[in-house]
Each structure stands twice: as structure tokens, then as C-alpha cells.
């Protein structure tokens, strides 16, 4: 009952509030649609590489200029992302596996911007996707899962809980999560203290994990990737321990979204260390 709850609410927000187009290679804020890519094509070039151009960063190959979905130069602030996303590209073998490419899609989501969203824009929609977080959800109706829940995830909500200095509660109930909207604003504040790059960086992990909390634990390094991602599908993993599963579907998925999720961890903190050492210049 808990998932239908939180599914009815999710869908209602990809109905009402985006609009995406139907482009490859960009991060979708509502994760949970089909995600539409480009066929695999093959590989086109021998050697990538990266250069400076106006205080920016370009990656190359075979010294043509990387070019996004929208024809704009890719161009990023971040000297150490524009060597990640190089490697991305170096690593492709005879095809190019653009679903693969996750910092190339981030970046390329940051600089086409399909959605015409703003900072504040992003930010509402994490700040909102609390009211339907995954570990804010805790079933009362299976007292083995519960126990499971609260030994699981009650440590990240308190850890969540000191380090922004809020107060959200937990529901075991037919009802949403106490989430207030005080406890929004101190986290939306948070949030738009990072630059545009990282805050969508934050949305990928948040649709990724279907958490807030867990994006958030991630990219601060309370946990690890392999532990967000596996905190996400508590209830899934608690499931196939009992009824089983199939082994090799489980752990594509499961590396899947690790793939992702570190992708999270890397464009938040390449964006975030460029955005603390530009202030540290311009003061």
C-alpha cells in the first residue's frame, strides 16, 4: 500500500509538472518514464582529449570539439569533469553506449537546459520529493520488514536530521510523511547554495534512488554508493530473501543504478570543489 501511495504521487508529478523531450543523452527530472536514447553508433574516433578555451574546459576527438544533443559546444568550469567525461568517451569500445555516458549526459542536461529549468525550479521539485521519500516510508503491516526498515534507515534520517538541522518524521501510517514546510525551506536554502550544475546533479540522485535522504548521505559521504543504492531497494532485498530471485537481473540492475549513483557523486563534488574555490578567489 505504501508504494501505491508513493507511485500515484510521483506520476502525478511527472504529469503535471514536466515536460520532456524526447532527446538522447539528458538527465530526466521525472526518472521513472521511459528514458529515450539515440541507437548505438559506432565508434567514430581514435583519441580524446581535453583543452582550454575562455577559462572553460572542451573535450576533443581526434581534435573536433565534443558538441551536445543541441549542437552547443560542450564546454564545462570543471577541469577534473571535463577529464571524466573525456575518459567516458576514451572507454567506449567499437559502439558508443550513450545510456552508459552518465557524466556526458549530466553535463549535457547543464548546458542544453531541454527543460528551460531554473535553479529554483530544480530545487522545489527535491525540496517536494520528500513529501514521497523512500526511507520516510516504513510498513507497519509486515513486523520482520519493519524491523528491517528502522535498523536500516532510521540511523540516515537521524544523521539527515543533524546535519541540516531539521526534523522530519517518519510515517508508518496511511499517511505522508511530516515534512514540514520550515524544514523545506532550511533544506531548499542548503541546496541553493550550490551552483546550477551540482543542484542537477542532486535531482539525478534523487530520481535515481527515489530518496532525498539517501542522495543527500551519499554525496555528503555518510555512506557509501553500493549501501545508498541498496538502502533503496530495502524492501525489494528484504522480498527476495524470502521469495528468491533471479541472480544475474538482480545485479545488472543493482550495478546499474551504482553506475549512476557514483556519476551523482562525482559531477556533485567536481561542480561543488570549482563553485567553493571560485568564492575563495573572489573574496
Given at each position: 500500500?505504501?508504494?501505491?501511495?508513493?507511485?500515484?504521487?510521483?506520476?502525478?508529478?511527472?504529469?503535471?509538472?514536466?515536460?520532456?523531450?524526447?532527446?538522447?543523452?539528458?538527465?530526466?527530472?521525472?526518472?521513472?518514464?521511459?528514458?529515450?536514447?539515440?541507437?548505438?553508433?559506432?565508434?567514430?574516433?581514435?583519441?580524446?582529449?581535453?583543452?582550454?578555451?575562455?577559462?572553460?574546459?572542451?573535450?576533443?576527438?581526434?581534435?573536433?570539439?565534443?558538441?551536445?544533443?543541441?549542437?552547443?559546444?560542450?564546454?564545462?568550469?570543471?577541469?577534473?569533469?571535463?577529464?571524466?567525461?573525456?575518459?567516458?568517451?576514451?572507454?567506449?569500445?567499437d559502439t558508443i553506449q550513450r545510456s552508459k555516458m552518465h557524466l556526458t549526459t549530466l553535463c549535457n542536461t547543464v548546458i542544453d537546459n531541454p527543460n528551460n529549468s531554473t535553479k529554483y525550479d530544480i530545487v522545489n521539485y527535491i525540496t517536494d520529493y520528500l513529501d514521497t521519500d523512500t526511507v520516510l516510508f516504513q510498513a507497519n503491516d509486515e513486523e520482520e520488514l519493519l524491523k528491517f526498515q528502522i535498523n536500516e534507515w532510521d540511523p540516515v534520517i537521524e544523521w539527515f536530521n543533524n546535519r541540516f538541522n531539521v526534523n522530519i518524521q517518519k510515517s508508518v501510517q496511511m499517511d505522508l510523511p511530516l515534512v514540514s514546510e520550515n524544514d523545506k525551506a532550511t533544506l531548499r536554502k542548503h541546496l541553493m547554495s550550490h551552483n546550477f550544475a551540482a543542484v542537477n546533479g542532486f535531482m539525478y540522485g534523487v530520481d535515481t534512488l527515489k530518496s532525498v535522504v539517501l542522495t543527500l548521505?551519499?554525496?555528503?559521504?555518510?555512506?557509501?554508493?553500493?549501501?545508498?543504492?541498496?538502502?533503496?531497494?530495502?524492501?525489494?532485498?528484504?522480498?527476495?530473501?524470502?521469495?528468491?530471485?533471479?541472480?544475474?537481473?538482480?545485479?545488472?540492475?543493482?550495478?546499474?543504478?551504482?553506475?549512476?549513483?557514483?556519476a551523482v557523486v562525482l559531477f556533485v563534488y567536481f561542480n561543488s570543489q570549482f563553485h567553493s574555490s571560485q568564492a575563495k578567489t573572489t573574496r
Open positions: 500500500m505504501f508504494s501505491i501511495m508513493k507511485g500515484i504521487s510521483q506520476v502525478s508529478r511527472c504529469i503535471f509538472n514536466i515536460t520532456v523531450p524526447n532527446e538522447a543523452s539528458y538527465s530526466r527530472i521525472c526518472y521513472n518514464q521511459t528514458r529515450n536514447y539515440s541507437a548505438a553508433s559506432k565508434r567514430f574516433y581514435k583519441k580524446t582529449g581535453i583543452l582550454r578555451s575562455d577559462g572553460k574546459f572542451e573535450v576533443t576527438l581526434d581534435q573536433r570539439r565534443l558538441k551536445t544533443p543541441k549542437g552547443a559546444v560542450f564546454s564545462v568550469e570543471s577541469e577534473p569533469l571535463a577529464l571524466a567525461v573525456a575518459t567516458e568517451w576514451d572507454t567506449q569500445k548521505a551519499c554525496t555528503e559521504r555518510f555512506i557509501s554508493t553500493e549501501k545508498a543504492v541498496l538502502l533503496s531497494r530495502l524492501e525489494e532485498e528484504y522480498q527476495t530473501g524470502h521469495w528468491g530471485r533471479v541472480e544475474w537481473a538482480h545485479d545488472l540492475s543493482q550495478q546499474s543504478l551504482q553506475a549512476r549513483l557514483s
